[in-house]
């Protein structure tokens, strides 16, 4: 399993390694110094996510996880090289777009061949250790975007995801299969409906399914407007590589608390602490925010921040992991919908959190908190009915 982890971080490679250049964005399609409408290179990244898993997770059920983890790996590879070649705005959406279909299969596809091979506690634990090891990703690429950006042209953020796909690819040849055939299914329209339907009819996997997309909206309202805030709120543009990767320093070691506490106390018992520790943090950061005009100290900030976002990300894995488990016999099309409504939704909340900026940090607060609490009423409501079964 540790092949998988790899190649999770193809994601937050294409993302990560974005954010240090939207003021060249900006500049390059004529947008206005403080747009937040860059923040769509963002936002459809993560639509086009929401898209490929029903191109290779129900596929994945019927020839294996293996062949359509290359085919999605081809797609990524494409959409890198066409937002490279963008010459305008629409063209680089359009791209991005196709790459956020191909970035779709290794996460699809990872979700599937963990489940493949374990389950419950255990699979909440393997995927909370894949987590940590994939969130090493945003400590260190929006450095390595800076860099590129002082060395070679702004496109280079997009060729570098592409050189490690490929290099990625090679390794993959070495991966095995984790779907025996004999526990393989049609790939046909019915077979896929029915599947699909038996996900929506499972009360406890539609619960924990909404929760993770409300966190999920949470982290692309979070990628699309730190840069944002730091740069016009705080003045503070050139702290962006440095306050994104001790972010990612908390978001990995909350990932590798909650491997550790799920061994301990169990994945449901685990989920209703965070969701408490999570609800108090999500109060301290929205009073906070709302200080001083919505323009708050910037290290009190900071840290509530600091205190909020990385429990939200790590709800994700656990949350993720626990809409699965009921549904072990059809695990690609399960992930296909539960990826699909999680990152769709979450992308599409985030977008509309991040259009209502206001050059304070109030309106990102607001739409936190109240994603955090809708987050919190599903996932107690979860488990409750789990623990009354």
């Given amino acids: 399993m540790a092949q998988v982890t790899v190649f999770m971080a193809l ?85 991005r777009f196709v790459w956020g279909i191909g970035a779709a299969g290794p996460r699809t596809l990872t979700n599937a061949m963990v489940r493949d091979r374990f389950e419950g506690d255990v699979m909440a634990r393997l995927m909370s250790f894949i987590m940590a090891v994939f969130l090493i990703v945003p400590i260190i690429a929006p450095a390595i975007g800076a860099g590129l950006i002082e060395i070679f042209p702004w496109r280079s953020v997009f060729v570098a995801p592409v050189v490690i796909a490929v290099l990625l690819a090679v390794w993959a040849l070495r991966l095995p299969e984790t779907l025996p055939v004999e526990r393989r299914r049609p790939f046909t329209w019915r077979a896929v409906g029915e599947a699909s339907r038996e996900v929506f009819r499972n009360r406890t996997t539609l619960s924990f399914m909404f929760a993770n997309m409300f966190t999920y909206a949470i982290l692309t309202a979070y990628l699309g407007a730190s840069e944002v805030i730091l740069e016009d709120v705080y003045e503070r543009g050139d702290l962006f590589p440095l306050f994104f990767g001790v972010l990612g320093v908390f978001f990995a070691l909350n990932s590798l608390n909650n491997a550790r506490r799920v061994k301990n106390v169990g994945l449901y018992h685990h989920l209703r602490r965070s969701v408490y520790f999570g609800s108090v943090a999500a109060i301290a950061f929205v009073l906070v925010s709302f200080t001083n005009g919505g323009k708050p100290n910037f290290w009190i900030f900071a840290i509530t921040l600091a205190l909020l976002i990385p429990v939200a990300q790590g709800l994700g894995p656990l949350a993720n992991t626990a809409a699965m488990t009921p549904l072990p016999h059809i695990a690609g099309t399960a992930s296909s919908v539960i990826t699909t409504i999680t990152t769709a939704g979450g992308a599409l909340l985030g977008g509309v959190a991040n259009s209502t900026f206001d050059g304070t940090v109030r309106s990102f607060a607001g739409w936190s908190t109240g994603f955090f609490a809708l987050s919190t009423l599903l996932i107690l409501r979860a488990t409750r009915d789990v623990s009354q079964q």
């Fill in 11 to 95: 994601i937050a490679i294409a993302i990560d390694l974005v954010l240090p250049a939207f003021p060249e964005v900006r500049q390059a399609f004529s947008m206005p110094s403080d747009s937040t409408h860059v923040t769509w290179v963002i936002t459809v990244f993560f639509l086009g996510i929401s898209v490929g898993p029903w191109l290779f997770g129900p596929a994945s059920d019927r020839f294996g996880r293996r062949p359509m983890l290359f085919a999605s790996l081809a797609l990524y590879i494409l959409g890198g090289l066409l937002s490279a070649l963008a010459s305008s705005w629409p063209l680089l959406i359009a791209a």
